[in-house]
């Protein structure tokens, strides 16, 4: 039997519209840790003039990004989240998969040491095994990605954490033969017989295939021919699948759909596709084509709304698109093209390097205002409402 809130008021029940409206309120929270959305952000870290990762969770909160990945399990990122209430990705990087691949003992330690301990105050929702491991160069990596990814899910599972901590492993669009249209969607032969036992072990734990599908790789590869606005979900004819009848107006919906393809043609078609990069360079070499700030702010925003409204692809409209945006920042010390350091929604000192309605960090002498924008309005009505319910029951 509950305690009663006074002791003025120890018998007679709730009125029924604070009840409803602390149910209301209280399931809102819950709800709000789940994982119901549909946006992420990759939060890349080769850099060393970017924020704190405590800065980079109030940044965060502020613009309501309740989903990232990051490429390790950096031990100061996942403090810095505990109690976030944000969704994580962490990483087991490629130079690890032999080892982990090797001896279960070595994936129970690294779960050991870089879940376990996190959990569940730190929301790590899952752990990506390698990156684009699978059409890489490193093609003793193939071999070893799918033992990997068994030791690391027995791990989880032994520590009952398999429930809550997916194992997934990106891949980028190298591993198709072809991809256009979206219907000859294909995984190159030599790739099927490392593949197809991957998607058979991602389909008994119930994983998701995750893509990295950049449609401005594919820009700068043939500008001459492909029409920039289809790459960047401005106004355009589009393109016609003869084989399924469907009609594209954006590259990325139809690049997701080659996917869902090639999984088909794999004997995987109910497998689910999510997007774990995608992105728009706001800067680039003379070669780069189409690498502006006016091009990554279009492309972004548009790509933010299509999220937001939680829709399928023309070739599977009922699955809806989910997608972590590449990056949350400039990263500075990232090696090749002009564009892999300039591909971040914010720069290094965590002004936007945009407007596509976020707010950048505020400076430290409004430090306490910048935390209220990170509860957010929503969440601070909540908890007046729920105030105000307790201060009337209390006064009945």
């Known amino acids: 039997?509950?305690?009663?809130?006074?002791?003025?008021?120890?018998?007679?029940?709730?009125?029924?519209?604070?009840?409803?409206?602390?149910?209301?309120?209280?399931?809102n929270v819950w709800i709000a840790a789940a994982f119901t959305g549909t946006y992420g952000v990759n939060y890349g870290r080769i850099a060393d003039n970017i924020p704190s990762p405590e800065s980079v969770v109030t940044l965060m909160k502020a613009a309501k990004i309740k989903n990232t990945r990051i490429y390790d399990a950096d031990h100061d990122v996942l403090k810095a989240f505990k109690g976030s209430g944000i969704e994580i990705i962490i990483g087991l990087g490629n130079g690890l998969l032999k080892d982990i691949g090797a001896s279960e003992d070595r994936a129970m330690d690294w779960v050991k040491q870089n879940v376990e301990p996190f959990v569940p105050g730190t929301r790590i929702r899952g752990i990506a095994v390698g990156n684009e491991v699978l059409g890489g160069g490193d093609q003793g990596?193939?071999?070893?990605?799918?033992?990997?990814?068994?030791?690391?899910?027995?791990?989880?599972?032994?520590?009952?954490?398999?429930?809550?901590?997916?194992?997934?492993?990106?891949?980028?669009?190298?591993?198709?033969a072809s991809s256009f249209p979206p219907s000859?969607?294909?995984?190159?032969?030599?790739?099927?017989?490392?593949?197809k036992p991957l998607l058979e072990f991602f389909s008994q734990i119930k994983s998701p295939f995750y893509i990295n599908t950049y449609p401005f790789l594919a820009y700068i590869s043939d500008p001459e021919h492909i029409d920039i606005n289809y790459a960047i979900f401005k106004k355009n004819p589009g393109i016609y699948d003869e084989k399924t009848k469907l009609h594209y107006d954006n590259m990325f919906e139809a690049q997701i759909d080659a996917t869902y393809a090639a999984l088909e043609k794999a004997g995987f078609g109910k497998t689910e596709v999510i997007v774990s990069e995608t992105g728009w360079a706001s800067k680039g070499d003379p070669n780069e084509a189409g690498a502006t700030v006016s091009n990554a702010r279009t492309y972004n925003l548009n790509l933010r709304k299509r999220l937001l409204k939680k829709k399928g692809t023309p070739y599977r409209p009922k699955k809806v698109v989910k997608a972590y945006v590449f990056a949350m920042f400039n990263e500075n010390l990232k090696p090749g093209p002009t564009s892999e350091r300039n591909f971040g929604l914010f720069k290094a000192d965590g002004s936007i390097s945009y407007d596509i309605g976020f707010t950048g960090l505020v400076p430290s002498s409004a430090t306490s205002l910048s935390s209220l924008k990170g509860i957010g309005s929503s969440y601070l009505l909540m908890y007046a409402a729920c105030a105000a319910a307790l201060v009337m029951i209390i006064a009945s």
């Open 184 to 195: 000859a969607g294909a995984f190159k032969e030599t790739l099927v017989p490392y593949m």
């Open 141 to 176: 990596l193939w071999e070893v990605l799918l033992p990997a990814v068994k030791n690391v899910h027995s791990a989880l599972d032994k520590l009952h954490l398999a429930d809550d901590v997916e194992v997934s492993s990106p891949h980028s669009a190298g591993v198709f």
């Open 1 to 27: 039997m509950p305690m009663p809130l006074s002791s003025s008021s120890s018998s007679h029940p709730l009125p029924l519209p604070l009840l409803l409206l602390l149910v209301i309120a209280f399931s």
